[in-house]
Nanobody, 126 residues
Framework: QVTLVESGGASVQAGGSLTLSCAVS??????MAWFRQAPEKEREGVAA???????AYADSVKGRFTASRDKAKNILNLQMNALKPEDTGMYYC??????????????????????WGQGTQVTVSS
């Protein structure tokens, strides 16, 4: 059975940092990604990483967020620095065996993503 379990969400002040983690069981996926959904907004791709540790990021988080994965433990991480109130939202972990890091972050292709976690809440106050 495939499960993706996110953790690390919290409430922080603007300028602060958080690290989210996603524990994956059942399989090692070639591509993994983080998405987020703010209140009353559509879910959007944030960061993606493949088994070669190649990464891709949304323009809004480039230079502030870093995705990494511990392949031995099958854990996906997202280091978030210089957080802004607009980073507030529910953060979801996603995994797929076919999609590339570019494709998985294409918001028009979200229905192609194979597996999703339940989400962890990040709230950034000004």
């Amino acid at each position: 059975q495939v499960t993706l379990v996110e953790s690390g969400g919290a409430s922080v002040q603007a300028g602060g940092s958080l690290t989210l983690s996603c524990a994956v069981s059942g399989y090692t996926y070639s591509t993994m990604a983080w998405f987020r959904q703010a209140p009353e907004k559509e879910r959007e791709g944030v960061a993606a990483i493949n088994l070669a540790d190649e990464t891709a990021y949304a323009d809004s988080v480039k230079g502030r967020f870093t995705a990494s994965r511990d392949k031995a433990k099958n854990i996906l991480n997202l280091q978030m620095n210089a957080l802004k109130p607009e980073d507030t939202g529910m953060y979801y972990c996603a995994a797929d065996t076919i999609l590339t890091i570019a494709t998985i972050l294409d918001n028009r292709r979200q229905n192609w993503v194979a597996y999703w976690g339940q989400g962890t809440q990040v709230t950034v106050s000004s």
